[in-house]
């Protein structure tokens, strides 16, 4: 593809030893640059790839994506932005492949990662190909393999590419993509034309990116502001913040909402917990449905709600799509049961509004006469104002409180447990083990047969993050290891 053919959605402020040189490719890593390429010199959080550019023209790169002129003997287009700019690049590359498919965006600070793979199911459900994007890859359908995955949304151009083999090699029409507010606000979702905006809920969390629960709406906001007339949004009518992401739609894009305590379009009533699952009523402006999940929690019954709203704003079949969702576990370290007598749980919670739900859950199927106990850290690096908070409800809510580590990264895992601690009205009785593999060894003294235990945080991950190194940790290995529990 021509330079000048490339740069046609770009908003170009200047060209620079300009030449309409042929293109091949877009990195935006030096060391994996390719010749023929265009490298756009991004700024991160530690590196500025503008010190990276002469790498890059040695190792073959035809042009340069900048945000000032650089003493390089190649053609530079000059932009107000890189980080803006590589999305509309990469779509144009890659021809605007989103045009082609109905892709469903799931934002929302929960459930984001439960409600595409439902939405994946659904579909495939009612005879349709579906892919899915999100935290654990991409995948083209719901019994594929799992690509990896760096970030919950892909950078533009991986993310432009991988949509480009959905339509083209695949064959898919439908792709269910978590959207997250960072890629958002940092346009890696630039060129992508929504068919269908879904939100789950807001509560804190990401605000050592954002500052402010404000700014981090506006982000979110952004998925529904650019759905056009024609376009789907599904919002969760019960959120505090519902009705500001339904002001920001457009004339002409249709609205379903979804509920349980408010005058929803679809409804879920006579709601009711065991340790099989949840059960409840759906209703919806045509019929009523009797649904037994297996999965558990208020969490699950909203999740479920917003898939099968987008359902039936496709006008696919919820009979079908009921059925298929039923047996469902869920998804990989979400509310998952690891261990059974006592019950262990793996959850991905990480926020307090996550941490909140998933106790709940839990104490709704925890028998009369025994604990509920959690095990969490917090994460270094991140929001620490949510550290007390995490403390304050794992109190409230557990009978026994264990606090350890979570991808301390670069801080120290005791300052951050003490943050944590400052949320307790009283200390005397909470285990703290800063080492979370002997933390959850801990579980088996304090826990009787009968007892519920959520270990959350990580979930799916099977990593831990220290100050110098990557450590391979999976909750579910090591509760499984402490109960001798083998898996095949």
């Known amino acids: 593809m021509k330079l000048s053919e490339l740069i046609t959605d770009v908003n170009v402020k200047e060209k620079y030893n300009y030449s309409d040189t042929e293109i091949t490719g877009i990195s935006y890593n030096s060391k994996t640059t390719k010749k023929g390429d265009i490298f756009v010199c991004l700024r991160g959080e530690h590196v500025d790839g503008h010190n990276f550019a002469e790498d890059a023209v040695k190792l073959g790169a035809s042009a340069i994506m900048c945000e000032t002129r650089l003493e390089l003997d190649v053609p ?23 045009k082609g ?4 965006g799931v934002t929302g600070t929960n459930g984001k990662t439960t409600v595409t793979h439902l939405i994946q199911r659904i579909i495939e459900s009612n005879n349709q190909k579906c892919a899915l994007i999100g935290t654990l890859g991409y995948k083209l359908s719901s019994d594929g393999e799992y690509k990896e995955a760096k970030h919950t949304t892909p950078q533009a151009p991986e993310l432009q590419k991988t949509l480009t083999l959905i339509k083209d090699e695949a064959k898919i029409n439908y792709v269910s993509m978590e959207v997250s507010s960072h890629s958002l606000v940092q346009n890696r979702v630039g060129g992508c034309e929504y068919n269908c905006g879904v939100f789950t809920n807001l509560t804190q969390d990401h605000l050592d990116y954002h500052v402010t629960m404000e700014r981090y709406f506006d982000a979110k906001a952004l998925l529904f502001k650019r759905l056009k007339a024609g376009n789907i949004a599904v919002i969760n009518k019960d959120d505090s913040w519902a009705e500001r992401f339904i002001s920001v739609l457009a004339d002409g894009v249709k609205l379903y909402t979804y509920g349980i305590k408010t005058d929803a379009d679809i409804k879920a009533e006579n709601i009711s917990f065991s340790p099989k699952g949840a059960s409840f009523d759906c209703i919806t402006p045509d019929k009523k449905y009797s649904i037994n999940l297996s999965m558990n929690g208020m969490f699950s019954v909203y999740n479920v709600l917003a898939a099968l709203t987008v359902a039936y704003s496709y006008g696919l079949d919820l009979d079908m799509a009921i059925k298929v969702l039923e047996p469902l576990k869920g998804v990989a370290g979400r509310f998952e049961i690891v261990v059974h007598h006592p019950l262990v749980i793996v ?18 199927i925890t028998p009369k006469d025994s604990k509920l106990i959690c095990v969490f850290g917090c994460g270094g690096d991140r929001d620490a104002t949510k550290r007390p908070k995490m403390g304050a409800i794992a109190e409230e809510l557990s009978d026994k409180v264990i606090v350890t580590s979570d991808n301390p990264r670069s801080e120290d895992p005791q300052q951050i447990i003490t943050d944590i601690l400052a949320g307790f009205k009283s200390v005397n009785d909470v285990i703290v083990e800063a080492d979370r593999g002997k933390a959850i060894q801990y579980i088996k003294e304090i826990a009787s047969e009968n007892d519920v235990v959520v270990i959350a945080g990580k979930g799916h991950e099977d990593y831990q993050i220290l100050n110098d190194r990557t450590i391979h940790f999976d909750d579910r290995e090591e509760a499984r290891k402490v109960f001798n529990i083998v898996t095949v």
């Open 347 to 364: 959850d991905y919670a990480h926020t307090p509004d996550g941490l909140e739900n998933v106790l709940k859950a839990a104490r709704e």
């Open 101 to 104: 498919v109905n892709l469903i």
């Open 76 to 98: 530079q287009v000059i932009v107000a932005s890189t980080e803006q700019s590589i999305a509309p690049l990469a779509n144009v590359f890659y021809h605007k492949p989103s």
